[in-house]
Nanobody, 115 residues
C-alpha cells in the first residue's frame, strides 16, 4: 500500500505563496498522472491541477497562471506551487497519484488564505 503525505499547508495572507508537497512511499517515476484537488467546507471537491503521462498539464481556470504542479522523482514527491493566493483558494488540498495499477489519495493539507 502506498502512503501519500501532504505538507506545506498553513495560513497565508492574500497575495502570498505556499508550496504544497506530497511525499509518496513508492517510486513515482512510473506514474501515469498526478493531480491536486481541493475541497472547501460545504463544497464539492474540485480539480486544481493535473499532469498526465504525456506531461500535459491542465489547470482549473481559477488557478491558471498562479499555480504550478511539478514533481521530483528522486524525492518521490509531487509539488503544488501556489502564488498570488486569494481567500477563495482556502480549502483542504489533496494530492492524487495515478499509478499504472492503482490510484492513491493523500489525506489532505489545509490551506487558509486571509484577506
Amino acid at each position: 500500500q502506498v502512503q501519500l503525505v501532504e505538507s506545506g499547508g498553513g495560513l497565508v495572507q492574500a497575495g502570498g505563496s505556499l508550496r504544497l508537497s506530497c511525499a509518496a512511499s513508492r517510486n513515482i517515476s512510473s506514474i501515469n498522472g498526478m493531480g491536486w484537488y481541493r475541497q472547501a467546507p460545504g463544497k464539492q471537491r474540485e480539480l486544481v491541477a493535473y499532469n498526465s503521462s504525456l506531461s500535459h498539464t491542465s489547470y482549473s481556470d481559477s488557478v491558471k497562471g498562479r499555480f504550478t504542479i511539478s514533481r521530483d522523482n528522486a524525492k518521490n514527491t509531487v509539488y503544488l506551487e501556489m502564488n498570488r493566493l486569494k481567500p477563495e483558494d482556502t480549502a483542504v488540498y489533496y494530492c492524487k497519484l495515478d499509478f499504472p495499477d492503482i490510484t492513491y489519495w493523500g489525506r489532505g493539507t489545509q490551506v487558509t488564505v486571509s484577506s
